[in-house]
């Protein structure tokens, strides 16, 4: 449960590790059920990719000392992972053209998740990789979700020309950074 608390809100791969600038900010689909879609895959997603991280380490990369392609593995593997996913849910569910169309930015948030999950300690148990990867996942969507609800409220709210686009997103995440630093100390990891 420690694991989860501090992957989830303390140590949020969003935010501490900067990693959501690229897609939140700038690829981001502005519509919520796209980014919400992608937040619940991602979550499946990233447990699956912390618990074949795990056996790996444990079977392969540390007994050959190949601990350094640790980081390509997870980000080959969640990329491939994310992009077939997203293209078999839309085949799946909506075989037309009017399903949610989340591949292209779903492949990317799926790079960011492994890269955030490569940059934490190998975990030291089966259960601790798959709290590691719940908890990444979900407080990646605790900051996406409501980032992308401010995005297209603010999207058609009344902003000063100087802070329309990255400037007004930006405000917002540090905000949201500074909202999240307040969860320190919360769980002594």
Not at 31 to 36: E, F, G, I, M, N
Not at 132 to 160: C, E, K, M, N, Q
Request: glycine share 10%; no cysteine.
């Amino acid at each position: 449960m420690t694991t989860l608390i501090a992957t989830a809100l303390l140590q949020n791969a969003v935010l501490s590790l900067g990693l959501g600038l690229i897609p939140a900010l700038l690829l981001a689909p502005v519509r919520l059920d796209r980014v919400a879609w992608a937040g619940l895959l991602g979550i499946p997603l990233s447990m699956f990719v912390a618990a074949f991280d795990h056996a790996t380490q444990l079977l392969w990369l540390r007994p050959q000392g190949w601990e350094a392609l640790r980081l390509p593995l997870l980000l080959g593997l969640t990329a491939l992972l994310a992009q077939i996913l997203a293209f078999g849910l839309r085949r799946r569910i909506a075989p037309d053209a009017h399903g949610p169309r989340i591949a292209p930015w779903f492949g990317l948030y799926g790079t960011l998740l492994g890269l955030a999950l490569a940059l934490m300690p190998p975990a030291a148990s089966f259960g601790a990789a798959l709290a590691s990867g719940f908890g990444t996942a979900a407080g990646a969507a605790l900051v996406l979700i409501p980032l992308a609800a401010l995005r297209h409220h603010l999207a058609s709210a009344d902003t000063p020309h100087a802070f329309q686009g990255l400037p007004i997103a930006l405000v917002t995440l540090g905000l949201a950074a500074l909202a999240f630093l307040g969860f320190n100390g919360l769980v002594k990891v």
